[in-house]
T-cell receptor, first 113, second 116 residues
């Protein structure tokens, strides 16, 4: 079955540091891949997505590239800010999962000034 | 409304009681999903609706859980004989389409259910 694995948190970085949050997936079909973010006290928001191999999703300085050969969709940002502190979820969706979102466990990111 | 609205935002109930959780999706979104999120975990699929019908209810954990969407808009998740293990944040999401893997799902802020 489909599954998503992402690195455990919390991840603690200093402001302006480089961020990578790893995400790998298992899927029998050709899924679309998503990163959602959950800021403290708020609901889940779509951060970025990629719908086919080699696509790069980007938003708010975050990027992730859909790598079919390594079944990965790692989230990166060149210079994090305190306001990026949140929980980040990697997810996939395809017809084999009946179009449900299949989620990773989430990675808590803490940015210190 | 502008986004997905869920009420109540918090619900504390006693073990064995019945609860209803409401979701008001974005206007025009035909697909509606319920997920459950336990502390420190990603959301877990419960059920989704395409219009008024439950297209997939395979994620409902047992027959104490039931959901309806009678007019194809607002949905209610109903939990009978609540147990402490039902405590979680219940998330609702809606999207324009369900048969499209790249369609964005918009989430409400969730209902935090605590069974004491």
């Amino acid at each position: 079955g489909n599954s998503v694995t992402q690195m455990e948190g919390p991840v603690t970085l200093s402001e302006e540091a480089f961020l990578t949050i790893n995400c790998t997936y298992t899927a029998t079909g050709y899924p679309s891949l998503f990163w959602y973010v959950q800021y403290p006290g708020e609901g889940l928001q779509l951060l970025l997505k990629a719908t086919k191999a080699d696509d790069k999703g980007s938003n708010k300085g975050f990027e992730a590239t859909y790598r079919k050969e390594t079944t990965s969709f790692h989230l990166e940002k060149g210079s994090v800010q305190v306001s990026d502190s949140a929980v980040y979820f990697c997810a996939l969706r395809d017809m084999d999962s009946n179009y449900q979102l299949i989620w990773g466990a989430g990675t808590k990111l803490i940015i210190k000034p | 409304g502008a986004g997905v609205s869920q009420t109540p935002s918090n619900k504390v109930t006693e073990k064995g009681k019945y609860v209803e959780l409401r979701c008001d999706p974005i206007s025009g979104h035909t697909a509606l999903y319920w997920y459950r999120q336990s502390l420190g975990q990603g959301p877990e699929f419960l059920i989704y609706f395409q219009g008024t019908g439950a297209a997939d209810d395979s994620g409902l954990p047992n027959d104490r859980f039931f959901a309806v969407r009678p007019e194809g808009s607002v949905s209610t998740l109903k939990i009978q004989r609540t147990e402490r293990g039902d405590s979680a944040v219940y998330l609702c999401a809606s999207s324009l389409l369900w048969e499209a893997a790249n369609t964005e799902a918009f989430f409400g802020q969730g209902t935090r259910l605590t069974v004491v």
